[in-house]
């Protein structure tokens, strides 16, 4: 999925739904069946995107696919959510999401268990690695993930625009000098 979708971008004027169909013409069942399972990551932040939308566009995906594969009923209500309001680059900029979290997921299976298991106990740790991957235009799905994975610490938001003004409205409020980093400088006005 990576050699067909992110290291061989489509600039061409057509839509994204037919660009990535030409991409994943003639990939294996398993490629395109990541591919549906991207997209379907993708949404989970979006709220203001209709689950109509959210579907038709993993349904067409799949449908690409030479072996049947269904969406389970389980995961089919996440069609329905979504953690907040995604904006416009969101979804002007879908092909730099999707890039960015499939290179989020190429980069985890470079590293160790044990250092898997390190971010994943450690938020901070895997907002700074997740801060790593490089990314152009996928801030909203960076913050998504993070929230997505540590809905505790990081907060259903991905403007940042919207934490800097959280932070000057409710920072006066801290007894201490708050961090310059946004999300580490709402956790301690949350604390």
């Given at each position: 999925l990576r050699t067909r979708f992110n290291l061989a971008p489509d600039e061409s004027a057509a839509s994204f739904e037919d660009k990535f169909e030409r991409q994943l013409k003639g990939a294996p069942a398993a490629t395109i069946q990541l591919a549906a399972e991207v997209?379907?990551?993708?949404?989970?932040?979006?709220?203001?995107?209709?689950?109509?939308?959210?579907?038709?566009?993993?349904d067409r995906i799949i449908?690409?696919?030479?072996?049947?594969?269904?969406?389970?009923?389980?995961?089919?209500?996440?069609?329905?959510?979504?953690?907040?309001?995604?904006?416009?680059?969101?979804?002007?900029?879908?092909?730099?999401?999707?890039?960015?979290?499939?290179?989020?997921?190429?980069?985890?299976?470079?590293?160790?268990?044990?250092r898997q298991t390190e971010l994943l106990g450690d938020p901070w740790a895997m907002k700074d690695w997740v801060e790593s991957i490089p990314q152009k235009a996928a801030y909203t799905q960076r913050q998504g993930l993070l929230h997505l994975l540590f809905p505790d610490v990081f907060?259903?938001?991905?403007?940042?625009?919207?934490?800097?003004?959280?932070?000057?409205?409710?920072?006066?409020?801290?007894?201490?000098?708050?961090?310059?980093?946004?999300?580490?400088?709402?956790s301690q006005i949350r604390e």
């Open positions: 997209v379907f990551v993708h949404f989970l932040i979006a709220r203001d995107i209709g689950a109509p939308a959210k579907r038709h566009l993993v449908s690409w696919c030479p072996e049947p594969v269904t969406i389970p009923d389980t995961l089919q209500l996440a069609f329905d959510t979504g953690v907040c309001n995604t904006g416009q680059a969101f979804k002007m900029y879908r092909p730099h999401q999707l890039w960015f979290l499939i290179d989020t997921v190429h980069a985890w299976k470079e590293l160790s268990a044990d907060e259903d938001m991905v403007s940042r625009q919207h934490k800097g003004l959280i932070v000057a409205a409710l920072g006066s409020e801290s007894t201490a000098p708050l961090p310059t980093d946004p999300d580490r400088a709402l």
